[in-house]
């Protein structure tokens, strides 16, 4: 019976269609590429084997393999087909049941109708044969993906910068220290510097103008400094008064960032602590989440430079279990 088997298979390779005389007929089935949305899993072009007992006659195809494979007449191969035939029908009768390996395997029903049973093979699938069926787990919205990973940058002209803060730190001293004529008190006119007390406010005024000229989410890397005007002299009774104000600088730090290898994500804080639990320390000796936007990210490490993080994440992703391995970014 085996003899008949090997031929039917290799034949099935060339063929859609082996007719076994007196018996039926091995159908090949396309059954084409398919995404199962629910479990997230696609599944490629395949052949599926069915079995239709109305072919009963003789196509030349299996006594032509046989007279090529055991070097006999036709009428010998002839002869060898019908005495596997009669095989393969005493075989179903007395056993009530016949395997074909990997074609499949025939039963015999409660009503003595032949049933059969297709066999579970990629043999037929030449088309995609070695591609398996595979899981791709659903990603995040790209919107999301972008917020969170990608920085926004707007490009600043640091001389307009300058001269903004220059302008305004001008007009804040001016109104600090400009008195009007009338107002003077004739009895204290002497000849001294502006006292510190004055200028020591305008640092702070000055501050808070960069602050508010300057957007939110924009942090230039710039230097601000005060810019200081002209000398003024003013004339009075017997000596100029010339003032002169200090000179204060400020700096505008921006917030370090924190660069994250991300190697899981879940929508509940349950479910990232359930992962960290399983995720070997040897492997991942700081691993721990962070939350964003309702998502607790699972990362193997942080790092606060973003070559060190990259270096890392390669490392990682060269084990199988973290090869989808990204980078997170966060102030």
């Known amino acids: 019976m085996l003899r008949i088997v090997t031929h039917i298979e290799r034949l099935l390779l060339a063929h859609d269609c082996v007719i076994v005389p ?24 395949r052949k599926e084997i ?15 393999s046989y007279m090529q494979m055991h070097g006999v007449n036709y009428r010998q191969a002839q002869l060898m087909l019908e005495e ?3 095989d393969m029908k005493k075989t179903l009768q007395q056993y009530k049941k016949l395997s074909m390996v990997v074609l499949g395997s025939f039963s015999i029903g409660e009503e003595g109708q032949m049933i059969f049973h297709p066999g579970e093979t990629e043999l037929f699938s030449v088309g995609s044969y070695g591609l398996p069926v595979f899981h791709f787990p659903a990603l995040p919205p790209l919107q999301a993906e972008r917020e969170e990973v990608a920085l926004l940058t707007i490009p600043v002209n640091r001389r307009l ?5 220059a302008s305004v730190a001008a007009v804040a001293l001016f109104l600090l220290v400009s008195t009007p004529v ?12 502006v006292p510190t007390e004055m200028v020591s406010q305008k640092p702070v005024l000055v501050e808070k103008a960069i602050a508010e000229s300057v957007p939110e989410n924009v942090v ?26 200090a000179v204060a600088k ?6 370090p960032k924190m660069y994250h290898i991300v190697i899981a994500s879940f929508p509940s804080e349950a479910q990232a602590d359930e992962f960290i639990a399983g995720v070997d320390r040897a492997e991942c000796k ?3 989440k962070v939350v964003r936007d309702g998502k607790y990210r699972i990362y193997a490490d942080k790092f606060d430079n973003r070559a060190d993080a990259e270096t890392y994440m390669a490392t990682l992703r060269s084990n199988p279990k973290y090869k989808d391995a990204w980078l997170f970014i966060s102030r």
Do not use: C, W
Not at 182 to 193: C, E, G, L, P, W
Not at 226 to 245: D, G, I, L, M
Not at 250 to 255: D, M, P, S, T, Y
């Open 84 to 86: 596997d035939v009669e």
């Open 161 to 165: 910068i300058r001269t903004a803060v």
């Open 250 to 255: 400020k700096e505008v730090k921006a917030n």
């Open 286 to 288: 700081h691993v721990s």
């Open 22 to 45: 007196k018996f039926g007929g091995f159908v090949l089935q396309t059954v084409p590429a398919m995404q199962k949305v629910e479990e997230h899993t696609f599944r490629p072009l």
């Open 50 to 64: 069915g079995f239709n007992m109305t072919l009963q006659h003789n196509d030349g195809l299996l006594p032509e």
């Open 220 to 245: 230039p890397e710039v230097e601000v400094k005060t810019v200081a005007p002209a000398p003024k002299r003013e004339t009075v009774a017997a000596k100029p008064v010339v003032v002169q104000p």
């Open 182 to 193: 009338k107002d003077v008190n004739q009895d204290a006119y002497t000849a001294s510097f």
